[in-house]
């Protein structure tokens, strides 16, 4: 009845088929976006707090709008998620993630890089087999040094299916994290179920760990699980040496923030590294 209710709302509402119609032009737009090349990756260190090492680089996709600018993907991403769009947008951040890898190892930089796909596209039926094209265009570039970071939501949306894509991707090589872990609201049942390499824990919970107690909470436990499943894990949002220390001290060593780095266009990466102490 909710349901129905909710429809009916819609069909008499005079702003909806305007609305509909804005978002429309959108994706028009953002389609041609893509076309055009105005889309550019940044890339997020991730360090191991033990040692120092840099672990790998999160590849974040932003729009050089040539008349609003530089806009990061919470400006354009909701018109997108959702339809078919998020494909093309996924099959052109990897199609970019490995041509820089290619370069970077040219250059001597060997770090894996982690892309983002979006729940529609991992679902695709033939997400995989586009991924092994793509990847046939770079034979110097091993499958290893390519990484999928999947929303927790994703995962649990249609499980058999991301199950599937997941064990594919590996026998391929390729490593999986699973994203905004704590903000899903997964069973255990199906976290032990999915093969992923990495928890990635949302930052939301990171933040704001050492002034909300129920934060912190949340921290503690995903910690906790991800040990008692052995599985690796990595918080983000790290913006202070507080975090990293408290962290540390729950057992959590990988780390990604603004206090270790920003997301820094591709050419900034060698002076980063070189002046990172740990390297
Ligand atoms: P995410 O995957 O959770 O990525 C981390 C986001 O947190 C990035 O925002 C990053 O810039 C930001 N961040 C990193 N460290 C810190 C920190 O210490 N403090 C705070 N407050 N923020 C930090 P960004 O680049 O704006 O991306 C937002 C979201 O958009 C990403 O969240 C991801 O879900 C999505 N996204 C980004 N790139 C792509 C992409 O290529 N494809 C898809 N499908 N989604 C993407
Ligand atoms: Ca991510
Ligand atoms: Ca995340
Ligand atoms: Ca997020």
Redesign the pocket.
């Given at each position: 009845a909710k349901q129905r209710g909710r429809n009916t709302y819609h069909r008499f509402d005079p702003g909806h088929d305007r609305q509909l119609q804005v978002r429309q032009a959108q994706r028009e737009r953002f389609a041609r976006a893509i076309d055009n090349d105005e889309l550019c990756?940044?890339y997020?260190p991730q360090v191991d707090m033990g040692s120092g090492r840099v672990t790998g680089l999160?590849?974040?996709?932003?729009w050089q709008h040539p008349e609003r600018g530089l806009l990061?993907?919470?400006e354009f991403?909701p018109v997108?998620?959702g339809t078919p769009l998020?494909a093309s947008?996924?099959e052109w951040?990897i199609q970019r993630a490995l041509s820089q890898l290619s370069a970077w190892q040219e250059a001597g930089i060997e770090l894996p890089v982690s892309?983002?796909?979006?729940p529609v596209?991992l679902l695709q039926a033939d997400f995989v087999v586009r991924l092994e094209q793509l990847l046939a265009h770079y034979p110097q570039v091993a499958p290893q040094r390519l990484k999928l970071?999947v929303?927790e939501s994703a995962a649990m949306h249609d499980i058999q299916a991301a199950l599937e894509a997941i064990h594919r991707c590996k026998a391929l090589g390729i490593a999986t994290a699973i994203?905004?872990f704590g903000t899903g609201f997964s069973s255990l049942t199906y976290l032990r179920q999915l093969p992923v390499d990495l928890i990635?824990i949302?930052?939301s919970f990171?933040?704001d760990m050492l002034v909300d107690a129920n934060d912190m909470a949340i921290v503690e436990s995903v910690i906790y699980m991800a040990k008692r499943f052995g599985r690796p894990m990595l918080a983000?949002?790290?913006?202070t040496l507080e975090h990293a220390r408290a962290l540390a001290g729950l057992g959590c060593l990988q780390a990604?923030?603004?206090?270790?780095a920003?997301?820094m266009p591709p050419e900034q990466l060698p002076t980063w590294l070189a002046t990172w102490p740990g390297r």
């Open positions: 990756l940044y997020q999160e590849a974040l996709v932003r990061a993907p919470g991403l997108v998620e998020a947008l996924g951040v892309v983002n796909i979006s596209h970071e929303l994203d905004d990635k949302d930052q990171v933040r983000e949002g790290v913006e990604q923030g603004y206090g270790i920003r997301p």
